[in-house]
């Protein structure tokens, strides 16, 4: 009985014990005491004299639990400035910078949300393998986050105003989600395909270029009250976009791709899968526009000896949505006469491309790797000075792209 | 025989499944990948489980010949009484300093990648303390209770896999055998450590319901395994790129990350620790059943159960004394690991089995 008894109290004991630890684990961090970063930047520059590393974080604050009670859960009462609040910190390193945040702010920063990274022109162009090796370090940072690269310093990228959205990085990441689709004109990578191009021997990285711009519209004279005199753009708020792709040669950004020649790098890559090419039917003038739908590209390297041909083959399927009166109609010849133009147009882009990157002597197409990948022999051979081929190397393309669809109108508008 | 306990042979591939795949899906691939490269797929399966199915027949042969005995029982009947307790008392030491690495790595993983400032220590004892729970109930409870954790196991694991190879990119996967057949084979080296632990069917062999399906059983668990094992190298390999893969720690746990379904399913690296933890309390507890076995007969014991204690605290001290930070564990894991575990699994069990041949030992039928 006795024996019964002890069992239940020990039983008893162990069950009190096992809630107790499980509510919780060694350390917490309550909301309210957190400053959620939405997006980091980073920053180098000379600061007395000695180079410092700039951080800059953009953040959302959450309310404290008492007071935001009476808003009610609708709409998520938003407390901080509309594009949420820029923190500039510095440090010597980026954990420094961090750890100095704690000099002035009374919140836990935590990154567990953080969507964008911004790395500021002049850390691009000095090597970001420590901003790399750094995050690729931290469990809060997730390897989706996207990655894009700011002219000028990314300081000022975060302090931009967004159009559409409540928050600068929300709508930084959700232009690079739709670019694929919708544009297919920038590179548009997370951290883990930046980490996946520095890593891969034989590959480089284009990352998406981050541009300032005050808003033309803002600008216009029936916006200014008619009064739109002298020094109308000074002290307008900068809104920003995506001008083509930063090229980094390891981890260094060695230039730029344009938007055309960016789009020419998404052929090759098999990443080109909406966007419009327009062509010209009645030249000069650009007047028929082909929408891509889908693409895909195989590229073959053929080698012989120390030059390399990378044959190309793209082919893709799309639609023509805009047209000079006139000119196509429902015949065969007239899609043949359309996809002729849109063939070339793609040539020249990806040629474009591939003389802008072997001028830069970045490889961001990865045609090293696929040496590596299909022909592990002759990599072997040639891996050791790839850095010297590829600027020789030669590239022939074949685009075949299908008009497949007109829109819901038979002949074009002739105008009579 | 020291455990009355008795389960069949689908709980066996069970328990042989999770013992192996519990630490193996996180912690190999890195290693494995370092040395195959691409290839790190073949090294997981088909090489790894042709060196299993050796531990396999070497221990299944042994247990026939001794039906009713666990190992370190009638070591002693095959070698002479002496030179056969000092090799069962080496074994109780080899089972008892695996179960600290064991520990040791489930700790490790919740240290670094989740719960940074809890003392590993604290991990180490609540693991410890329900894996020898279960040892204490003994072996029977610890088949049951893997076969009930089984399903939420590989359901998770699967999940995970599935959403992991939606990213996968073949070309990834390519060269094949870059560098010919020897980096392959020493990335199954690594491999070697997980799939070696078949072994412990020499220790199991005695609560077989039915012994016949014994070599069956280890054959199966060895062909599942070498699907569940290649199939992760290739979706992390796939996904990431070998490259990737060597530099992570824990290259599975960082697919879970990845993963992003319509920007709605994410987040799921918390169902790596369900697997884990799941597979961890399966794995210790049919580590320290053999060790608490494999001391108690060295010692001539009447029960196992006096020796979990001693035994559970000497696996937490070995764990935090010798592998205090994952700069020691490992290292541990791919150099002197594989050669040592494959001394344990196979070559001793192999020369044993030679011996009991040539004199012709085996279990006198009315025992």
């Given at each position: 009985?006795?024996?019964?008894?002890?069992?239940?109290?020990?039983?008893?004991i162990?069950?009190?014990?096992?809630?107790?630890?499980?509510?919780?684990?060694?350390?917490?961090?309550?909301?309210?005491?957190?400053?959620?970063?939405?997006?980091?930047?980073?920053d180098?520059?000379?600061?007395?004299?000695?180079?410092?590393?700039?951080?800059?974080?953009?953040?959302?604050r959450?309310?404290?639990?008492?007071?935001?009670g009476?808003?009610?859960?609708?709409?998520?009462?938003?407390?901080?400035?509309?594009t949420?609040?820029?923190?500039?910190?510095?440090?010597?390193t980026?954990?420094?910078?961090?750890?100095?945040?704690?000099l002035?702010?009374?919140?836990?920063?935590?990154?567990?949300?953080?969507?964008?990274?911004?790395?500021?022109?002049?850390?691009?162009?000095?090597?970001?393998?420590q901003?790399?090796?750094?995050?690729?370090?931290?469990l809060?940072v997730?390897?989706?986050?996207?990655?894009?690269?700011?002219?000028?310093?990314?300081?000022?990228?975060?302090?931009?105003?967004p159009?559409?959205?409540?928050?600068t990085?929300?709508?930084?990441?959700?232009?690079?989600?739709?670019?694929?689709?919708?544009?297919?004109?920038?590179?548009?990578?997370?951290?883990?395909?930046?980490?996946?191009?520095?890593?891969?021997?034989?590959?480089?990285a284009?990352?998406?270029?981050?541009?300032l711009?005050?808003?033309?519209?803002?600008?216009?004279?029936?916006r200014?009250?008619?009064?739109?005199?002298?020094?109308?753009s000074?002290?307008?708020p900068?809104?920003?976009?995506?001008?083509?792709?930063?090229?980094?040669?390891?981890?260094?950004?060695?230039?730029?791709?344009?938007?055309?020649?960016?789009?020419?790098?998404?052929?090759?890559?098999?990443?080109?899968?909406?966007?419009?090419?327009?062509?010209?039917l009645?030249?000069?003038?650009k007047?028929?526009?082909?929408?891509?739908?889908?693409?895909?590209?195989?590229?073959?390297?053929?080698?012989?000896?120390n030059?390399?041909?990378?044959?190309?083959?793209?082919?893709?399927?799309?639609?023509?949505?805009?047209?000079?009166?006139?000119?196509i109609g429902?015949?065969?010849?007239?899609?043949?006469?359309?996809?002729?133009?849109?063939?070339?147009?793609?040539?020249?882009?990806?040629?474009?491309a591939?003389a802008k990157?072997?001028?830069?002597?970045?490889?961001?197409?990865g045609?090293?790797?696929?040496?590596?990948?299909?022909?592990?022999?002759?990599?072997?051979?040639?891996?050791?000075?790839?850095?010297?081929?590829?600027?020789?190397?030669?590239?022939?393309?074949?685009?075949?792209?299908?008009?497949?669809?007109?829109?819901?109108?038979?002949?074009?508008?002739?105008?009579? | 025989?020291?455990?009355?306990?008795?389960?069949?042979?689908?709980?066996?591939?069970i328990?042989?499944l999770?013992t192996?795949?519990?630490?193996?899906?996180?912690?190999a691939?890195?290693?494995?990948?370092?040395?195959?490269?691409?290839?790190?797929?073949?090294?997981a399966?088909?090489?790894?489980?042709?060196?299993g199915?050796?531990?396999?027949?070497v221990?299944?042969?042994l247990?026939?010949?001794?039906?009713?005995q666990?190992?370190?029982?009638?070591?002693?009947?095959?070698?002479?009484?002496?030179?056969?307790?000092?090799?069962?008392?080496?074994?109780?030491?080899f089972?008892?300093?695996?179960?600290a690495?064991?520990?040791?790595e489930?700790?490790?993983?919740?240290?670094?990648?989740?719960?940074?400032?809890?003392?590993p220590?604290?991990?180490?004892?609540?693991?410890?303390?329900?894996?020898?729970?279960?040892?204490?109930?003994?072996?029977e409870?610890?088949?049951?209770?893997?076969?009930?954790?089984?399903?939420?196991?590989?359901?998770?694991?699967?999940?995970?896999?599935?959403?992991?190879?939606?990213?996968?990119?073949?070309?990834?996967?390519?060269?094949?055998?870059?560098n010919?057949?020897?980096?392959?084979?020493?990335?199954?080296?690594?491999?070697?450590?997980?799939?070696?632990?078949?072994?412990?069917?020499?220790?199991?062999?005695?609560?077989?319901?039915q012994?016949r399906?014994?070599?069956k059983?280890?054959?199966?668990?060895?062909g599942?395994?070498?699907?569940?094992?290649?199939?992760?190298?290739?979706?992390?390999?796939?996904?990431f790129?070998?490259?990737?893969?060597?530099?992570?720690?824990?290259?599975?746990?960082?697919?879970?990350?990845?993963?992003?379904?319509?920007?709605?399913?994410?987040?799921?690296e918390?169902?790596?620790?369900?697997?884990?933890?799941?597979?961890v309390i399966?794995?210790?507890?049919?580590?320290?059943h053999?060790?608490?076995?494999?001391?108690?007969?060295t010692?001539?014991?009447?029960s196992?159960?006096?020796?979990?204690?001693?035994?559970?605290?000497?696996?937490?001290?070995?764990?935090?004394?010798?592998?205090?930070?994952?700069?020691?564990l490992?290292?541990?894991?791919?150099?002197?690991?594989?050669?040592?575990?494959?001394?344990?699994e196979?070559?001793?069990?192999?020369?044993?089995?030679?011996?009991?041949?040539?004199r012709?030992?085996?279990?006198?039928?009315?025992?």
């Amino acid at each position: 009985m006795i024996y019964k008894k002890i069992k239940i109290a020990i039983s008893l004991i162990m069950v009190i014990i096992i809630l107790a630890g499980a509510t919780g684990c060694w350390n917490r961090r309550e909301i309210q005491d957190l400053a959620v970063a939405t997006a980091v930047g980073f920053d180098r520059s000379m600061i007395n004299g000695s180079p410092r590393v700039i951080l800059t974080v953009l953040l959302t604050r959450p309310s404290p639990a008492g007071g935001g009670g009476s808003r009610g859960g609708g709409g998520g009462g938003p407390t901080a400035s509309p594009t949420g609040t820029v923190i500039t910190i510095e440090g010597e390193t980026i954990n420094d910078a961090i750890r100095n945040w704690f000099l002035r702010s009374s919140r836990i920063i935590f990154f567990g949300h953080t969507l964008v990274i911004v790395i500021g022109e002049d850390m691009a162009r000095q090597g970001i393998d420590q901003v790399v090796e750094f995050l690729n370090r931290q469990l809060d940072v997730r390897p989706r986050t996207w990655v894009v690269v700011s002219k000028g310093t990314a300081r000022d990228a975060l302090q931009a105003l967004p159009e559409f959205e409540p928050v600068t990085s929300q709508e930084i990441a959700r232009i690079l989600e739709l670019d694929h689709d919708w544009v297919s004109k920038s590179a548009a990578v997370n951290l883990f395909q930046v980490m996946y191009d520095m890593l891969t021997p034989g590959r480089e990285a284009a990352v998406s270029w981050l541009k300032l711009f005050v808003p033309r519209e803002k600008m216009s004279p029936a916006r200014m009250g008619g009064a739109g005199s002298t020094g109308a753009s000074q002290g307008q708020p900068k809104s920003f976009y995506i001008d083509g792709s930063a090229v980094f040669r390891g981890d260094r950004m060695v230039g730029r791709l344009d938007k055309a020649e960016s789009q020419g790098l998404l052929f090759v890559t098999s990443k080109a899968v909406g966007g419009s090419i327009p062509v010209s039917l009645k030249p000069p003038q650009k007047d028929t526009s082909f929408v891509l739908r889908t693409s895909k590209a195989k590229v073959k390297p053929v080698i012989k000896g120390n030059r390399v041909t990378f044959e190309i083959d793209i082919r893709g399927i799309g639609d023509l949505n805009e047209q000079r009166a006139g000119e196509i109609g429902t015949l065969e010849q007239d899609f043949k006469k359309v996809e002729r133009l849109v063939n070339k147009e793609v040539e020249k882009r990806v040629l474009k491309a591939v003389a802008k990157a072997k001028e830069l002597r970045s490889d961001v197409f990865g045609f090293g790797d696929l040496i590596h990948r299909s022909r592990p022999g002759e990599w072997k051979r040639i891996k050791s000075n790839w850095e010297k081929i590829f600027p020789t190397v030669q590239v022939r393309v074949k685009v075949k792209m299908t008009l497949e669809n007109i829109g819901p109108t038979g002949e074009p508008i002739k105008i009579q | 025989m020291l455990d009355k306990g008795r389960f069949s042979s689908i709980q066996l591939v069970i328990l042989l499944l999770m013992t192996e795949g519990a630490t193996a899906f996180l912690f190999a691939p890195a290693g494995i990948t370092k040395f195959a490269g691409p290839d790190g797929w073949i090294s997981a399966s088909i090489l790894a489980s042709a060196y299993g199915s050796l531990v396999v027949l070497v221990v299944v042969a042994l247990g026939n010949r001794f039906p009713s005995q666990a190992f370190t029982e009638y070591l002693p009947a095959v070698l002479g009484k002496i030179p056969g307790k000092i090799l069962a008392a080496l074994y109780a030491g080899f089972f008892i300093h695996l179960s600290a690495i064991i520990l040791n790595e489930s700790s490790t993983f919740v240290h670094v990648a989740f719960l940074r400032e809890t003392p590993p220590t604290v991990l180490d004892i609540v693991t410890a303390a329900a894996a020898a729970y279960g040892v204490y109930l003994g072996i029977e409870v610890i088949a049951r209770q893997s076969s009930i954790v089984f399903p939420v196991w590989a359901l998770s694991l699967l999940l995970l896999l599935i959403l992991g190879i939606i990213e996968l990119n073949p070309n990834n996967l390519r060269p094949f055998m870059e560098n010919g057949p020897l980096p392959v084979l020493r990335g199954a080296g690594i491999s070697t450590v997980f799939r070696g632990e078949a072994f412990l069917l020499a220790m199991l062999f005695p609560y077989l319901n039915q012994k016949r399906e014994a070599l069956k059983s280890g054959f199966v668990n060895l062909g599942v395994v070498a699907i569940i094992a290649g199939t992760i190298m290739a979706a992390l390999v796939g996904v990431f790129g070998d490259s990737f893969v060597t530099i992570k720690l824990f290259p599975f746990f960082e697919l879970a990350r990845y993963i992003s379904v319509a920007r709605i399913v994410e987040r799921l690296e918390i169902v790596v620790v369900i697997i884990w933890v799941a597979g961890v309390i399966v794995k210790l507890a049919v580590f320290y059943h053999s060790s608490c076995i494999a001391t108690a007969n060295t010692l001539g014991l009447k029960s196992y159960r006096v020796t979990i204690i001693p035994i559970v605290a000497a696996t937490v001290i070995i764990s935090e004394m010798v592998y205090p930070t994952h700069a020691q564990l490992i290292p541990f894991l791919f150099k002197p690991l594989p050669p040592y575990a494959a001394t344990g699994e196979l070559l001793v069990p192999a020369l044993v089995l030679l011996i009991a041949v040539i004199r012709n030992k085996r279990e006198s039928r009315q025992s």
